[in-house]
């Protein structure tokens, strides 16, 4: 199956979608967002985001936005894809990964300076960013809900958790319902795979994939013993992986790299970027 949808990728102060028309190389994107030229963005803000580190599209009411969130100083933002309008920005330290969650709530994992889930109520559109519960997560980087279990999980460190969610006209309740360990710690990247089901959750050195029915921890084969893994994302479609990783002693890459399912292997490279991960466009409402 060919490649059709598009992809996102996010690094530095940019977050930008690409139409993969030829798997010979990106075309310039379709969609961009710099954090540094936004129109709208207040300049104390700019600072919040300089190391783009997660990009996820979404639907919020209807529309295609984007959830993202940025490392360093921090902070997380959701952006109306139509006219690039920030419908919300929080700063937290090191934010690593957010998720639109039922109901309009919404919840950030972040790391050192943090270590922490942050959750916000639906009233967020309308400019709020104060907490209605913070949780501790050492080192948090990924956060993905489970909409057919109702289940929110989150990793980081050595720790991958599920959260049994409840949400009401009036409340939102989590409970924490299980705690996986890991073989190693570094816990990172965090997603669903839409083609087998389950979780696929990076760390330091390899890359792992959990059965949400029981937990059981297995090898992600594709990827299984490649280090410094920074996302992966499975098309629900084709099938086809792409996934970024650190380089050359890095934490970023100038590369994206695809294995399409009929094993050949794919690098994409954007000469001067510091690239941190990559999504399709695998829209949930």
């Known amino acids: ?113 943090s270590d922490s889930l942050t959750l916000f109520g639906p009233d967020y559109g309308l400019g709020t960013s104060v907490p209605l519960r913070i949780e501790g997560l050492p080192h948090g980087h990924g956060v993905v809900f489970d909409q057919n279990h109702n289940l929110l999980w989150v990793c980081g460190m050595n720790v991958v958790r599920s959260y ?14 299980s705690e996986l360990t890991l073989p190693e710690p570094g816990a990172h990247d965090l997603q669903p795979d839409p083609v087998e089901g389950g979780f696929i959750v990076s760390t330091h050195h390899h890359v792992w994939r959990i059965d949400s029915r029981d937990g059981f921890l297995s090898p992600f084969k594709p990827l299984h013993e490649l280090a410094k893994v920074k996302s992966v994302s499975i098309d629900a479609e084709s099938r086809a992986i792409a996934y970024t990783q650190g380089e050359r002693g890095h934490w970023w890459s100038e590369n994206v790299y695809v294995i399409i399912p009929d094993g050949q292997r794919l690098k994409w490279t954007l000469s001067g970027r510091h690239l941190y991960k990559v999504r399709w466009n695998n829209v949930l409402k």
């Open 164 to 177: 049994v969610v409840r949400i009401s006209e009036s409340q939102f309740k989590w409970e924490q319902e």
């Open 1 to 113: 199956m060919p490649l059709t949808k598009a992809l996102w990728i996010c690094g530095d102060t940019k977050v930008e979608c690409y139409e993969v028309a030829s798997i010979e190389t990106l075309e310039p994107p379709i969609w961009a967002w710099d954090s540094a030229s936004a129109i709208g963005l207040p300049e104390v803000q700019r600072t919040w985001f300089r190391a783009m580190d997660e990009v996820k599209p979404v639907q919020v009411q209807g529309e295609a936005a984007v959830l993202v969130t940025s490392s360093d100083t921090g902070g997380a933002a959701l952006i109306r894809q139509r006219d690039k309008r920030v419908l919300f920005t929080t700063s937290i330290r090191n934010a690593h990964s957010a998720e639109l969650l039922p109901k309009g709530y919404l919840t950030i994992a972040a790391s050192t300076g």
